[in-house]
């Protein structure tokens, strides 16, 4: 069913629009190359993802800080994998990691084209936790960036999804209220919930098709909002 009253559309970007998984995985690979890390990316990356997951609740939830999660996660997934890293390479590749990560830029199925639709209709916006110094980067190279009137992340911001404040921020910013905007993100926490607290419609982006309450309306695939918008 057609939401009705929606002028402003609102995305997440990494695990949305952005294929972080696909691109993180390439730019290990390459940060593992230029400095002579002799691991195999498939090992290094089974225990990273759970712990960088981790670390980014943790991050969101204000309990460490952005220099924590970037050496933190590296440090504790070669701990897990029994590679002797000093510290001196871990800050080299945490460096690495953020200078080539944008250098990658695999976009999900049908981006170009549920956008390309929506921007008839409604004015395009983005609501990131990521760092300001790659977010950016993402969008221009991925050529996508000239889609959203605003772009609103979690450091200008000062706090992250799912607080409220960040969201209330994003509409100050694209001068609209949460009765006519609409979210959509990958996690449910963040996105989800926290833009549905403060009274804007949602739709969850679930490729992984976890159940959730019926009330939420949830896609695998971004042409699906169509159904939507």
Known sequence: MKLKGITDVFFDLDHTLWDFDKNSALTFDKIFKINNVNIAVEDFLEHYEPINLNYWKLYREEKIQKGTLRYGRLNDTFKAVGFKADTALIDRLADDYITHLSSFNHLFENTFEILDYLSLNYTLHIITNGFDEVQYKKLSHSKINHYFKTITNSEI???????????????????????????????????IMGAKNIGMDVVFFDVNNLEVDNNIKQIDNLIQLKKYL
Not at 165 to 171: E, N, S, V
Not at 175 to 189: C, L, Q, R, Y
Request: hydrophobic share 40%; aromatic share 8%; net charge neutral.
């Open 157 to 191: 911001a000062g706090v992250k999804k799912p607080n409220p404040k960040i969201f209330d921020y994003a509409l100050n910013l694209a001068n609209t209220n949460a009765s006519k905007s609409v979210m959509i993100g990958d996690s449910f926490e963040a996105d």
